[in-house]
């Protein structure tokens, strides 16, 4: 199955125009299709799903079930418009990518314009639907609206109905929140279904679950990475950056605890034991001005109507898919910003400065598969 992205819509909330537009996963080519899930600290995974299994883990392009050290290019196209205003940015999304530095406070207002989209938050989103995550919210390929969206990635169960009911707290994505036969695709940390919590330890099946009789007692459902699960548990100013949706004026460079902990738990092989035989480690490289290269970034309004990640994959076991190919597309139209400041090459966790929502909106993202050249909605 694929997801097509489709046109920006706009949704009017309050005083928030939202913007709605494509982004995201990935495609399965070879003999089938697949679709896209999450999983653990609250994160989750490209291709899992109904269709191919709610416990599918995805992996970055080049592994083979085997001990590796993968080095993975990343390219601008070189006729891409704005290809030399993308360069810093791109630059320090991969350094950011190759830190796994697990973060808190990372919503700040930085120096991106009040309206405007900052490229660089909106490619770490991107990059790590490319390296093998999904959204860790239900996000706007649930067809639902508003809030609804911010409930934990699940598959809408036997009901062919999503049970929405976000408990005591009110806060919707937290632990407390009642979903019925849905089924959990966002793997939590067993110990606690903390999704913010930066002391990540040992990750892999042992410390992370997806099925929820593995919750810590009195909690009913995964908690996810949204800002207002964040407030709630003491760690303000902070989202996964797998979460869908950015607001103008506001800059999330930086990955979250439950962003790293999905590539760990991917690194850790099919057996999905760290330490073993067949883990692996990823290192991505800047191709520059390259459109061979393994992930090739490119403006094409004809792909998305606001950015969007289209990748090829195939199967390497009844539980594990693997990416084959990968191209990220952004729509020239939005009002973009472009980083023009490289990052340290070494960073520590960076406590930020909370965002509020303005008057121009958010952007929210979606997933795009293709399969022999076709594409419909999931």
């Known amino acids: 199955m694929y997801l097509d992205s489709g046109g920006v819509i706009v949704v009017k909330n309050k005083n928030l125009s939202r913007a709605i537009a494509g982004c995201g996963a990935g495609l399965i080519s070879a003999a089938v299709g697949m679709t896209a899930a999450r999983p653990v600290h609250s ?5 899992a799903g109904e269709m191919f299994g709610v416990d599918r883990v995805t992996h970055v392009i080049g592994y083979t079930g085997v001990a590796a050290a993968l080095t993975i290019s990343v390219g601008i196209d070189p006729t891409s418009m704005f290809a030399a205003q993308m360069v810093t940015p791109v630059q320090n999304v991969i350094a950011t990518m190759n830190g796994l530095v697990p973060t808190t406070g990372n919503l700040t207002t930085a120096n991106v314009p009040f309206a405007q989209f900052d490229f660089e938050s909106v490619l770490l989103h991107e990059m790590g639907h490319s390296m093998g995550l999904d959204h860790i919210n239900l996000a706007s390929e649930s067809g639902l609206v508003g809030g609804d969206r911010e409930y934990t990635a699940t598959t809408d169960g036997a009901n062919d109905a ?5 408990g005591a707290d009110n806060v919707i994505g937290s632990a407390d929140d009642m979903r019925g036969d849905d089924v959990n695709l966002n793997y939590f940390r067993i110990a606690d279904n903390n999704p913010f919590a930066t002391n990540l330890g040992v990750v892999d099946s ?5 099925d929820i009789a593995n919750l810590p007692v009195g909690d009913n459902f995964s908690a996810n990475a949204d800002r207002a699960v964040g407030g709630l548990l003491g760690f303000g100013s902070t989202e996964g950056v797998m979460q869908q949706g950015t607001f103008n004026g506001e ?20 057996d999905s034991i760290a330490g073993t035989a067949d883990d692996y480690t990823w290192n991505l490289t800047f191709a520059g001005l390259d459109a061979t290269a393994d992930i090739v970034i490119d403006f094409d309004n004809a792909q998305t109507g606001f950015a969007v990640s289209q990748s090829g994959g195939s199967f390497l076991s009844a539980d594990d898919a693997v990416i084959t190919s990968n191209s990220i597309f952004f729509n020239s139209t939005a009002p973009w910003f472009f980083n023009p400041t490289p990052v340290p090459f070494e960073f520590s966790p960076t406590t930020g400065i909370l965002m509020l929502g303005g008057l121009f909106g958010v952007e929210r993202f979606g997933r795009k598969w293709m399969k022999k050249k076709k594409a419909r909605k999931v």
């Not at 994160?43 to 291709?47: D, E, I, L, S, T």
């Not at 999503?162 to 976000?166: V, W």
């Not at 902990?261 to 991917?266: D, E, I, M, P, V």
Request: proline share 0%; no cysteine; charged share 25%.
């Open 206 to 210: 042992t410390t992370y679950s997806r």
């Open 162 to 166: 999503f049970d929405l009911d976000d």
């Open 251 to 270: 800059a999330q460079r930086t990955l979250g605890a439950d962003d790293v902990a999905g590539f760990l738990y991917a690194r850790a092989g099919l």
């Open 43 to 47: 994160f989750a995974y490209v291709f």
